[in-house]
Structure formats: C-alpha cells, structure tokens
C-alpha cells in the first residue's frame, strides 16, 4: 500500500494584498510621537500594521485620515 503524497502548494507572496492602486505613504522616516503617529507619514502606528492586509478603500481611508494629521500641524 503506497500512501499518496499530498499536493504541493505554492508559498504564499510575502505581499498577497499590494496594490498599485493605492501607493504607501511611507517616506521611510519613521518614528512614533507619543501618539503613536508616524512623524514621516502621519499613520496611526495600527494604521502601518493593517496597510498590507487593507484593501484599496481602506487604504485610500488611511491615507485621508493621515493628510488630516499633517494638516493639522
């Protein structure tokens, strides 16, 4: 009796969600204020954790709600 080899899955992308459609705002400064934002892009620091999973609306909303920060300075 010969066991069957189970089926070899290609490994994941490092990057299963990135897309053009929404650039990064990351100007690679980053360091947090005592708000947790970035000084650099002005993301929440849950904000640059979520980014890769996000989908283009929520990315879009992300960095709507990063253009306010800086706006507010």
Do not use: Y
Not at 10 to 16: A, R, V
Not at 17 to 35: F, K, Q, T, W, Y
Request: glycine fraction near 2%; include cysteine; charged fraction near 30%.
């Amino acid at each position: 009796m010969t066991a069957s080899a189970a089926p070899v899955r290609p490994p994941k992308p490092l990057f299963s969600n990135v897309s053009p459609a929404v650039p990064s705002p990351c100007i690679s400064v980053c360091r947090l204020d005592e708000g947790k934002v970035c000084t650099g892009c002005f993301r929440h620091v849950e904000d640059i954790r979520e980014w890769r999973a996000a989908t283009d609306e929520r990315r879009r909303e992300i960095v709507r709600q990063a253009s306010e920060r800086r706006a507010q300075l």
